[in-house]
């Protein structure tokens, strides 16, 4: 019966990565498209009907070109960072609250925080294994960046924490019967989803890539299959810090269709932020992130424990 279990749940994750995987491919048809009418002009359109296949055709392509190795890059660093950054960003997955008790840790929110953690190492290698300058400081960058936004998201995370007295995603579910967390907290709300941009390379906040000044940051020595497992982590990192906004704010009953539209908005949201925003300045980024984001969330998150003190007093 162990074994059974064992198999059932390794069939479900594969299944899992399987619909992740083909999210993300419809994920950059989307961002392509909706790029291309906020600028008047049409995106992917020629392969298929209304180039619904592109992706599946840019995937063929960027896996069966040669892939080149810089002759002064530090070789199996360089070669796996690409590899542990998708395994990073699709092991975060586990987290989501699935009603079928697939993978339902009480510690989900720590799991998440750890794994995030852990991401900020493979830019950092990936930035440092190329042996080239720009490829370096983009990782420098991408690393900052990277732990500054994530203390917002894990006070944050905190504060929500003590308003539902458990580390569980799926007790989020249960506490949102009645009311979204949005209501309740709009300007966390607002600072999650600005500090998710940060976390994930976004722009306004694509210093880890900045074209204009790094030509392409981190990863400008990847080519072919490294570069396109790079992509999918980061449009993964993407559709997850969707759902998660979902779950935390917006209810997270993974039955109802409302749930998988709320996600489809958030995501269409970060490619909204890409066509409009021009970057921020690198000083400002840092400032947003210490100055503004941190105060506001420990202000919020030292409300919710006065208030939780103060209702566990007038139960006693």
Avoid: H
Wanted: proline fraction near 3%.
């Amino acid at each position: 019966m162990f074994y059974k279990d064992i198999m059932v749940s390794f069939i479900c994750l594969l299944l899992l990565v399987i619909c992740v995987l083909v999210g993300v491919a419809f994920l950059t048809l989307l961002e392509r498209k909706v790029l291309g009418y906020i600028q008047i002009r049409k995106g992917p359109n020629k392969v298929g009907f209304m180039g619904l296949p592109q992706p599946f055709s840019d995937a063929i392509k960027l896996f069966s070109k040669e892939q080149t190795f810089p002759l002064l890059s530090n070789y199996l660093m360089y070669y796996y960072s690409p590899v542990m950054s998708l395994f990073l960003s699709l092991l975060m997955w586990v987290v989501m609250p699935y009603l079928m008790g697939l993978f339902s840790f009480n510690l989900s929110m720590l799991f998440f925080l750890c794994v995030t953690s852990l991401g900020v190492y493979t830019l950092m290698i990936a930035g440092w294994s190329s042996n080239s300058s720009y490829s370096l400081l983009g990782g420098m960058r991408a690393v900052a960046q990277t732990i500054s936004y994530e203390v917002s998201l894990s006070l944050i995370f905190m504060s929500f924490m003590i308003m539902v007295g458990s580390f569980s995603l799926m007790d989020f579910f249960k506490y949102q019967d009645y009311i979204w967390l949005i209501f309740l907290s709009l300007p966390l709300g607002f600072i999650w989803f600005v500090s998710s941009l940060a976390e994930t390379n976004r722009t306004p906040f694509d210093f880890a890539e900045g074209e204009s000044e790094l030509v392409s940051g981190f990863n400008i020595e990847y080519s072919s299959g490294g570069f396109a497992l790079i992509f999918l982590s980061e449009y993964s990192s993407i559709l997850f810090m969707s759902m998660l906004f979902s779950v935390i704010f917006l209810g997270s009953n993974l039955n109802s269709l409302i749930f998988y539209f709320e996600l489809v908005f958030i995501s269409f949201m970060f490619i909204w932020v890409r066509g409009t925003l021009p970057r921020f300045r690198y000083d400002k980024l840092m400032y947003l992130a210490w100055k503004s984001f941190l105060p506001i969330s420990l202000n919020y998150l030292f409300l919710y424990l006065g208030l939780k003190i103060f209702m566990y007093s007038l139960i006693i």
